[in-house]
C-alpha cells in the first residue's frame, strides 16, 4: 500500500529525514517509535504532503505520489487519512457536519448519503448520541474518536496516526485505543506514531524504531520489545517501560 524509499527531509541546514526506506502492505498496522524529534511527525506528515519531501519517492497503492498541482494534493488525501494529535474538529459545526464535510465536499457525496455514512461512522465510534454536539461539549477522547470518524468518512485506504492519544487525559486513552484496535481487526492499513507500548505490543504486525531521522530496527513487536538489538533501543525503551 506505501513504499517509501530513501526520503530524505531537510528543514534548513537540519536534515530530519536521512534515507528512510518503509514497505507497509495491505492490512497491516506499523507501529513508529522512537524519541522526541527523532523525525516521526515528520514522516507521517510527508506521506500526507504536509509537508514536501527533499529526496526520495513514495509510492501509494503503486502509484509514485508527486505534488505538481491542487489536485494531487486531494487526490492524495482521499486515500491517505490523518489523525492527529490535536483533534482539529471545525468548533461551528456539530459532530455529524464534521463527520459529513468531507464527503460532501471533497468526494462530491449527495448530502443524504453523507449523513447515512456519518451516522454509520459514529455508531462505529460509539457516539452516535452525540451528533447533534458541537466539540467543544465532549471530551477529548470523544473528540478524538469524532476526528477518526470524520478520517473514515474520506473513505481512505490507509490512515496514519499522530500519537493520537498524546492530548488526552489518561482516564481517556483506552477509549479511544478501542477504536483503533476494532479498526485493525477490520483489515484498516494503518501507521501509528505512538508512545503507547502496550497498544503497538498488541496490534501492531510491525514495529519501526526510529533514531535521529534513521530507521535504526525494525520487526516484529517481539523482536522489538523482547529482543531489541540496537543499544540507542535500547536504552530508549528503558526509559520509557
Ligand atoms: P518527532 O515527531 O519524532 O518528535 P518531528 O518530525 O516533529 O519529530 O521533528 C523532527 C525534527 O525536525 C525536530 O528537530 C524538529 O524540531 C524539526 N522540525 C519539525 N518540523 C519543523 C518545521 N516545520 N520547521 C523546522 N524544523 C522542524
Ligand atoms: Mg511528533
Known amino acids: 500500500m506505501i513504499q517509501i524509499r530513501n526520503l530524505h527531509k531537510y528543514f534548513g541546514e537540519l536534515e530530519v529525514l536521512k534515507g528512510v526506506d518503509v514497505n507497509i502492505e495491505e492490512g497491516e498496522v506499523v507501529c513508529i517509535i522512537g524519541a522526541s524529534g527523532s523525525g516521526k511527525s515528520t514522516l507521517l506528515r510527508c506521506l500526507n504532503f504536509l509537508e514536501t519531501k527533499d529526496k526520495g519517492e513514495i509510492y501509494v497503492d503503486g502509484k509514485l505520489i508527486e505534488k505538481?498541482?491542487?489536485?494531487?494534493?486531494?487526490?492524495?488525501?482521499?486515500?491517505?487519512?490523518?489523525?492527529?494529535?490535536?483533534?482539529?474538529?471545525?468548533?461551528?459545526?456539530t459532530v455529524i457536519q464534521n463527520v459529513m464535510e468531507g464527503p460532501i465536499t471533497v468526494r462530491k457525496m449527495p448530502k443524504e448519503e453523507a449523513q447515512e455514512l456519518a451516522m454509520e461512522l459514529l455508531a462505529k465510534v460509539g457516539l452516535e448520541d452525540k451528533k447533534d454536539q458541537y466539540p467543544a461539549m465532549l471530551s477529548g477522547g470523544q473528540q478524538q474518536r469524532v476526528a477518526i470518524a470524520r478520517t473514515l468518512a474520506m473513505q481512505p485506504k490507509v490512515v496514519l496516526f499522530d500519537e493520537p492519544t498524546s492530548a488526552l487525559d489518561p482516564e481517556l486513552v483506552g477509549e479511544v485505543l478501542t477504536v483503533m484496535k476494532e479498526l485493525a481487526k477490520e483489515g484498516m492499513t494503518m501507521a501509528v506514531v505512538t508512545h503507547e507500548m502496550g497498544f503497538a505490543k498488541e496490534v501492531s504486525d510491525r514495529v519501526i524504531f526510529l533514531h535521529e531521522g534513521v530507521i535504526t530496527e525494525e520487526g516484529t513487536p517481539e523482536d522489538i520489545f523482547e529482543h531489541p538489538k540496537n543499544e540507542r533501543l535500547q536504552g530508549f525503551l528503558s526509559k520509557i517501560l
Open 68 to 93: 505538481k498541482c491542487r489536485q494531487d494534493v486531494i487526490d492524495l488525501r482521499k486515500k491517505v487519512g490523518m489523525v492527529f494529535q490535536r483533534f482539529n474538529l471545525f468548533p461551528h459545526m
